[in-house]
């Protein structure tokens, strides 16, 4: 196959993004492997329901998860406006809000995040000091859309990410590891491997004079702040961990089961960065590996195909992913223009 585009790279990384979103729906949350078996069969290789009376029930094979949802907006916003534009954004969030009632079945299944921002708002908080403390990943499935758009703009996709990140997600320790996610794929995009790309980040941040760090949660915004560069650091040991033959784990997807099933973000970047180190320049393979560990495989596989989107291109993606994806044909009109108003 020809080498990919920095455009295809980064029409890859939102369309994965999204994918592994769907991929989760039917098979989301089952810490009981054997009974995800039961439910699924051996090897889960395409979309597929929910089962009567679990999560995300209501929504067919191939449709996004209500975290799904919110990268939508996202992408929409970016693709309409040319430029990230917060207000916008914020707009889209509170027109789902007024749709929810607060609790996990008000609308699509709702996270405990976006319960907490629903709580803020209906409590009269503004953006963006509503964000929730909860550890989860929603925050970081959202930054593959502002790396597609602002790749070749270190300056600003560190501004707009960390502002993004901070609007649903105010634990420092969250944000960052989310912030430098983004990062990250914005290097693959780049033609980065997950071996180089913190010598890229870390070269952006010297040249410009930045700082791998985020602000701690109000009353202390503006005041002393928490360094990510850690977090930046993490895709390249992983990179290593892999290609270690001292470091087995066979079948793959049970590297899951060693970095962890539940849903705080660093149970979900770990799996996500060895599975696309194990399997580089693949997608199927890391993401359904992604899958097929359990637990909250959703975000997890979420993650997992931003990168490997971001290493294979959209042209790396099999066709089976992109046709069986709900509304793929306007996500990926919206991907594109996306890329293209980012230079890419």
Known sequence: MKASTSKERAVGAIMGTLIGDALGVGPHWYYDLAQLKNDYGEWIDDYTSPKAGRYHAGLTAGENSQTGQVVGFLLESLAGLRNYIESDFCLRLDALLATLDGTPEGGRYTDVAMRDVWQARQAGKKWPQVGSFADTAEAAIRMPVLAAFYHDDFKKLLEYSRSNVRLTHRDPFIA??????????????NGDTLETAVKTISKEVKAHALSLSISLPEPMDGGPEASFYDAVLQPGWSHEAARDDAVQINPPWKACRLFGLACPIDFMLP???????????????????????????????????????AQVGIRGIPERFISGLANHEILLEMAGRVADAGGG
């Open 271 to 309: 799996a996500a960065y060895y599975f696309c180190s194990r399997f580089e320049n693949d997608f199927e393979l890391p993401v359904l590996s992604a899958i097929n560990g359990g637990g909250n495989n959703m975000a997890r596989a979420s993650l997992t195909g931003a990168l490997a989107g």
């Open 176 to 189: 960052g590891r989310s912030v430098a996610f983004g990062l990250t794929v914005a290097a693959l995009i």
